[in-house]
């Protein structure tokens, strides 16, 4: 399991959520419909990888609410966008599905309106813990919305909303469920299908290197960021190494500690009295770090067998 993090965003710009929404209300209103079905309506067979980040994105911007068991409906916001009552009101909903994302209002309040380079756009999402793999979606999808707002004319005179733009008047507050978005140090609780799988909920511990997993505090289970629902945001704190859940009594001994550059990744009992402790330095433990440790492993493993036999 990856150290490093990128925090939840929608995969598409507004324009193109506000289409799909919108195939959506046009077959079934504002009707619950099974998740599947959404998924048909906006061009998928059926339920899948690629289905579930497009209708997380739909989310996201607030165009749709959950109402039961892996169902789904079209929010009030979408309405006011695809059938305001009046321009104004459609330019205010913009504005409120716009910035919904946590990510899109951090950059709103950071930078403005659209009107930054993709290079300044980049450095920051870099300082904020996004990896290589999710910088450049989040930056086309940020700037479309953006040049969207503008050719909308939902800016204010200033180029900017504002920070307490208004919101649809027929959106009620919290009526939409967002899933995804979880950093660590977040108050989550998991959903699938409807159903709470967590008697309480939990705080964060660890987000997956591609921001589609999280774990919590005091499991090892690997949680969907699709299926998870903020319930409160943590402290901003510097991501720490994900830790597997074993009895860690502190050491006294000083050649336990780390030496300065060093990070502990991992600690684990592999034998009653036997414990492992894995220090990383220069750099980060990914998919192929790991895949070379294991060969090392292996070979050493090979050899302490041939002296077993000698």
């Known amino acids: 399991m990856a ?12 324009p193109k959520a506000i289409q799909a929404v919108k195939k959506i209300h046009e077959a079934d209103r504002r009707n619950p419909i099974d998740r599947a079905v959404a998924a048909k309506h906006i061009g998928y067979s059926g339920q899948s ?23 789904i409906r079209v929010s009030p916001l979408a309405v006011d966008i695809l059938h305001p009552d009046k321009p104004e009101a459609r330019k205010a909903a913009l ?42 979606p989040v930056t086309q999808a940020y700037l479309e919305t953006c040049r969207y707002l503008e050719q909308e004319k939902a800016f204010e005179s200033d180029g900017l909303g504002g920070p307490d733009e208004p919101e649809s008047p027929n959106e009620s507050d919290g009526a939409a469920t967002v899933f995804g978005g979880a950093k660590v140090g977040d108050l989550v609780q998991w959903e699938v299908n409807g159903a709470l799988q967590m008697e309480k909920p939990m705080r964060v511990r660890m987000v997956s290197e591609d921001g589609q997993w999280i774990a919590v505090e005091g499991s090892e289970t690997g949680i969907p960021m699709s299926q998870v629902i903020v319930e409160e945001r943590g402290p ?62 292996e070979a050493q493993r090979a050899v302490l067998a041939d002296d077993d036999e000698e």
């Open 3 to 14: 150290r490093a993090q990128s925090p939840g965003y929608p995969n598409m710009s507004l």
């Open 49 to 71: 990888g690629a289905s579930d980040k497009a209708l997380a994105s739909l989310a996201h911007y607030g165009l749709t609410e959950k109402t039961g068991k892996g169902e």
């Open 95 to 136: 504005l409120a599905a716009a910035f919904k994302p946590n990510i899109f209002a951090d950059l709103r309040d950071r930078f403005g309106g659209g009107h930054v380079s993709e290079d300044a756009l980049k450095s920051y999402l870099i300082r904020e813990n996004f990896l290589d793999r999710a910088i450049n």
């Open 236 to 297: 901003s704190l510097p991501p720490a190494p994900p830790r597997f859940k074993v009895d860690q009594p502190p050491e006294a001994d000083s050649r336990m500690q780390a030496l300065a550059g060093e990070t502990e990744w991992m600690r684990n009992l592999v034998g009653r009295d036997t414990k492992v402790r894995l220090l990383v330095s220069g750099g980060e433990m990914g998919a192929k770090e790991i895949g070379k440790l294991i060969k090392l492993l």
